[in-house]
């Protein structure tokens, strides 16, 4: 079935520092990718998205760029802040498959002024 | 406006008991959702319903029973509550099946004593 993994964390960096939250996934059809975010407390909310091959999401200083050849959609941020801090989700919805979003674990981000 | 809101947001209960969660949006979606979040933070789909007609169950005990009495609306209802179901349910609406772009609300937390 479908699966998305992400990096371990946590990950803590200090602020103005460069970030990389690897994902990859697996999907039988072709999927739409999403960065989600969830703020200490709070719900989740869409962070950016890409639909096909090639495409890149940005919101809010962050990119991810759908790499079908790696199976990839890793985020990143040149310069992080300290509200930035939240856990960080990688999700698919496969258009062929069963109509859901897979998540990857999460990955916990920490940004120390 | 909360575009999804759920209540109640937090719900401590003892073993055994039945409780039920409610869910709103006023988004004017077709779709609605429930997600359970694990300690771990790994976030996994329950049910979905697309215009008030269960389209996911994804091996949920029947314990859980999703009610949806129009498609602002999806309901869960637990009866006879373990340990085990403490965990934060998360309900999220889209506008469409395929191609998912969900909007979630803040989250229940449910802890069984």
């Known amino acids: 079935g479908d699966s998305v993994t992400q990096m371990e964390g946590p990950v803590t960096l200090s602020e103005e520092a460069f970030l990389t939250i690897n994902c990859t996934y697996t999907?039988?059809?072709?999927?739409?990718l999403f960065w989600y975010v969830q703020y200490p407390g709070e719900g989740l909310q869409l962070l950016l998205k890409?639909?096909?091959?090639?495409d890149k999401g940005s919101n809010k200083g962050f990119e991810a760029t759908y790499r079908k050849e790696t199976t990839s959609f890793h985020l990143e941020k040149g310069s992080v802040q300290v509200s930035d801090s939240a856990v960080y989700f990688c999700?698919?919805?496969?258009?062929?498959?069963?109509?859901?979003?897979?998540f990857g674990q999460g990955t916990r981000l920490t940004i120390n002024p | 406006d909360t575009a999804v809101s759920q209540t109640p947001k937090y719900l401590v209960t003892q073993m055994g008991n039945d409780k039920s969660i409610k869910c709103e949006q006023n988004?004017?979606?077709?779709?609605m959702y429930w997600y359970k979040q694990d300690s771990k933070k790994f976030l996994k789909i329950m049910f979905s319903?697309?215009?008030?007609?269960?389209?996911i169950n994804e091996t949920v005990p029947n314990r859980f029973s999703p009610k949806s009495p129009d498609k602002a609306h999806l309901n869960l209802h637990i009866n006879s509550l373990e340990l085990g179901d403490s965990a934060v349910y998360f309900c999220?609406?889209?506008?469409?099946?395929?191609?998912?772009?969900?909007?979630f609300g803040q989250g229940t937390r449910l802890t069984v004593v």
């Open positions: 999220a609406s889209s506008q469409e099946l395929r191609n998912i772009e969900a909007f």
């Open positions: 999907a039988t059809g072709y999927p739409s």
């Open positions: 890409a639909t096909k091959a090639d």
């Open positions: 999700a698919l919805s496969d258009l062929r498959g069963a109509q859901k979003l897979v």
């Open positions: 988004l004017g979606h077709d779709t």
């Open positions: 319903y697309n215009n008030k007609e269960l389209i």
